[in-house]
């Protein structure tokens, strides 16, 4: 594990940190109120068309089993953790952990295709 701090490097594109923080910064708010926005209005969409066609909708809901849709959330938060382990292990440079992160978000990501399959195999 590094025993140091890196020094901020400067951008060419501006003048000081401080610059390129404020910019960084503002860059991050945008990202976070476009997710808003894009996920909102996919939010809303479904809504409306839940409650316009709740006989449609609780039909469908009956042909997913609803064990497998918590399987592949709990595999798809774990794999979340081990690639931000991943990314963890590759700041400090831990090169042994960083690969066996990666193999294990591998499999995890294996594992949520054979989920799918199973879900889907008889449709």
Known sequence: MS???Q???LNHQF???QQQYEAANMGMWAFIAQEIMFFGGLF???TVYRYKYLAAFTEGSN???IELGALNTAVLIGS???MAMAVRSAQVGEK???LRWILATMALGTAFLGVKIVEYADK
Do not use: N, Q
């Open 7 to 9: 020094p901020v490097a």
């Open 15 to 17: 003048d000081d940190l």
């Open 3 to 5: 025993s140091h701090a």
């Open 44 to 46: 809303a969409g479904y």
């Open 80 to 82: 979340s953790f081990t």
């Open 96 to 98: 042994g952990p960083l």
């Open 63 to 65: 042909h997913l089993p």
